[in-house]
């Protein structure tokens, strides 16, 4: 009986490890989540920027066509760059999902141990139900 309380304890101190764990993960995987956020939205507006600014025409002389379609190619090499990032971002942020599934299972799991440990503790408590005794004599006693 001792046994069995002293898993429960180490169960239940394993659980609010793991609880822990799993707030960790999710802290983690909302990190990344904002990153990727920010990188999609700098590498659209990047994008936008460039397209913007490749579709200008009124020029007046070549030195500034020069200087436009330069600023135009660091604008797209920049928004290659990010969705670049973006993509990486996204890789990571999908791992770190996968590690917060991962974690809550670990949890679950650990809960549902510990509820059965619970629950057998309870039943080993239990009197035990005596069944009944088996009448002797005539029905007329």
């Known amino acids: 009986m001792k046994a069995e ?3 429960l304890v180490r169960l239940r101190r394993l659980e609010k490890v793991r609880a822990l764990a ?4 999710a802290r983690e995987a909302a990190a990344a ?3 990727l956020a920010q990188l999609q939205a700098l590498s659209d507006r990047t994008g936008a920027m460039a397209s913007h600014y490749a579709a200008r025409r009124e020029v007046q002389d070549g030195a500034s066509l020069r200087q436009l379609g330069s600023f135009v190619h660091g604008l797209t090499a920049l928004s290659q760059t990010t969705q670049g990032d973006a993509a990486r971002a996204r890789v990571i942020a999908d791992a ?3 590690l917060l599934a991962e974690a809550e299972r670990r949890r679950a799991a650990t809960e549902e141990r510990a509820a059965l440990q619970e629950r057998m503790i309870g039943k080993s408590a239990q009197a035990p139900v005596l069944g009944s005794r088996k009448p002797s004599g005539t029905g007329l006693e």
């Open 33 to 35: 989540e904002g990153t």
């Open 5 to 7: 309380r002293a898993r």
């Open 22 to 25: 799993k707030q960790t993960a």
């Open 96 to 98: 770190k999902l996968r």
